[in-house]
């Protein structure tokens, strides 16, 4: 008995840092979402988000992401079927990639805007490890 209140407790802090996650993602990606809720079918706009939270919960470094694999996130009874939502939103003309690196920059200059305003301080992590060549470093 005392192991299974354990288990259970266990499942369910699981299931709150799960949905504590998910609202962070949103919270990240709201813009980025109402830009394509102007543009896209409102199911495609849920596959933008699945297919990011399928990304970040299940990306793999060295095989990187298979498109049936991450259908198989998003439509677990059906990978096909997930993986044709995910071949829609990529290839409707609706919208361009360009939208995420935009929302996510504007996303940034609006939190250094705002701990400026709160006088904290901001530190960035800089790691090198864009796609820049060490040589044109100097």
Do not use: C
């Not at 299940?58 to 939502?85: C, D, F, I, Q, T």
């Not at 990639?97 to 940034?108: A, K, M, N, T, V």
């Amino acid at each position: 008995m005392v192991n299974h209140n354990a288990k259970l407790e266990k499942g369910q802090q699981g299931k709150q840092y799960a949905q504590a996650i998910e609202l962070k993602l949103f919270e990240n990606l709201k813009e980025i979402l109402r830009v394509l809720d102007q543009l896209l079918d409102r199911r495609l706009v849920g596959t933008f988000l699945g297919l990011a939270q399928a990304l970040i919960l299940h990306r793999h470094r060295n095989e990187g992401a298979w498109m049936s694999e991450l259908g198989s996130y998003l439509v677990p009874e059906n990978a096909e079927a997930g993986r044709k939502r995910i071949q829609k939103l990529m290839y409707s003309r609706k919208w361009d990639s360009e939208l995420i690196p935009e929302g996510l920059w504007r996303r940034g200059d609006q939190r250094v805007a705002a701990g400026e305003q709160a006088g904290e301080t901001l530190l960035a992590i800089w790691d090198e490890s864009v796609l820049e060549k060490p040589e044109s470093l100097t």
